[in-house]
């Protein structure tokens, strides 16, 4: 079920959100829903690395240079890892202590897009909602792919809602663990932004309504563990929120 | 629509393939359909370097060497590129002229599988069906991942059925160019089979009926032109068909 959300409402619509839809009388206050995932996304993508001083810090962490991409440079996240607002992500027993956040801006798109010059890329975004791409770092280190690092179940929350009027280049994205802001930077400081991602992807492969792709994080990373509550705030769009929990053996 | 493939006849069944059906009385001639990738798939997996002689082949080819992965190493290819069975590749105008096959075993998830042993996870395969892992090489070494080198759309021909009752580690994989033979090698050779790759990933990942995985590929790949009609044929499943054209700017 799709709905407009104004203030602390939600009114149900009818149709496509992306498409023809109409509001209907129902409506249901933010606290008293389940939120899904806000879109229904056949492919997930995300940038390489977007943002210098995050690459910087990775390198202090791991030893390892990634460098900075001469263009946009897409990959993939899996939808089997998709989780909606105020879920729970579940680290698997096997996992190490280094199961970082990483805040992100998530772009979703609207319209069918193939081709799509850098100008009007952005009129087939629907607009922005807020993601954690979670990262298992040693298993980001063993692996050829991100696989199993950032694509286990539930390591991709992302949510409440999907804002429809937001300068993607110009917010402001905190992450707090606990209530302690952890990471804060601005999307100023991407590398490319949306519309440069969008217009490249859509160079060679279609992108459909629903598809979503996770923008790069900034600056440091850290540690979620069992019991805590991660929230990723951005500004203009909202505060998507989820609890962590590692599974007993 | 899905149909039970016997001889050279199909035969309409309704409900789900991967659960509940019944055959209805409705047939069609095999040369009397479009065929449609054989099944609605959620995620398209790949193996990472799973035959030893394709590895050395690359190095040749491009100077990389590819470690022989310790374990099961995936990675994604992804659905926009998904074509059926006598569909029509389109190579985009600016692609060099190194777009490679790969000629490929695919494993088809039949039921949905989570942390499966390695003895129980053919179990959950419906069964194997043909590939062709098209490959363009300049972009696969530019890029840091195979987004537009093996995910372009059309660049993923699967088909043309599910075969169920297959011994998938003793097949023999033939790819054609305009009839001649231009790769050739058993299964027999795969560093790890479907059973390694379904239980490895269902470690952390949630596997759904219709998801597939690329099993590799062996031996030197080589070019595909404008006007090739392509061919993997798999002895025990059947002969996937393509043709190749090449855009206009």
Redesign the interface.
Same mark, same amino acid.
């Given at each position: 079920m799709h709905g407009l959300v104004e203030g602390n409402f939600i009114t149900r619509i009818e149709g496509d959100p992306f498409g023809e839809f109409k509001s209907t009388k129902t409506r249901y206050g933010l606290s008293d829903v389940t939120f899904l995932v806000p879109a229904e996304c056949?492919?997930l993508?995300a940038t =390489?690395l977007n943002f210098a001083a995050h690459g910087d810090w990775f390198f202090e962490y791991s030893g390892k240079r990634v460098p900075i991409?001469p263009r946009p440079?897409? =990959?993939?996240r899996?939808?089997?890892?998709l989780l909606g607002h105020e879920g729970t992500v579940l680290i698997?027993y096997d996992a190490s202590d280094e199961v970082h956040f990483e805040g992100e801006l998530v772009a979703v798109v609207g319209k069918r897009a193939?081709r799509v010059s850098e100008a009007e890329a952005l009129s087939y975004v629907a607009g922005f909602t807020c993601g954690n791409d979670i990262s298992e770092r040693k298993w980001q280190s063993q692996?050829? +792919?991100f696989?199993?690092s950032k694509? +286990?179940?539930t390591f991709k929350p992302i949510g409440p809602w999907i804002a429809t009027d937001v300068d993607s280049d110009n917010l402001t994205v905190t992450t707090r663990i606990n209530g302690s802001v952890v990471q804060q930077y601005s999307t100023s400081k991407m590398i490319f932004g949306a519309a440069a991602y969008v217009s490249t992807?859509s160079?060679?492969? +279609?992108?459909?309504p629903g598809d979503m792709i996770f923008m790069g994080t900034d600056n440091a990373t850290g540690r979620m563990k069992h019991g805590d509550v991660v929230e990723v705030d951005i500004s203009d769009i909202g505060v998507l929120r989820h609890r962590v929990e590692r599974e007993h053996r």
């Open positions: 056949r492919t993508y =390489g991409p440079d897409p =990959g993939y899996a939808i089997n890892a698997p193939k692996d050829s +792919t696989w199993r694509n +286990t179940d992807l160079q060679y492969v +279609t992108l459909f």
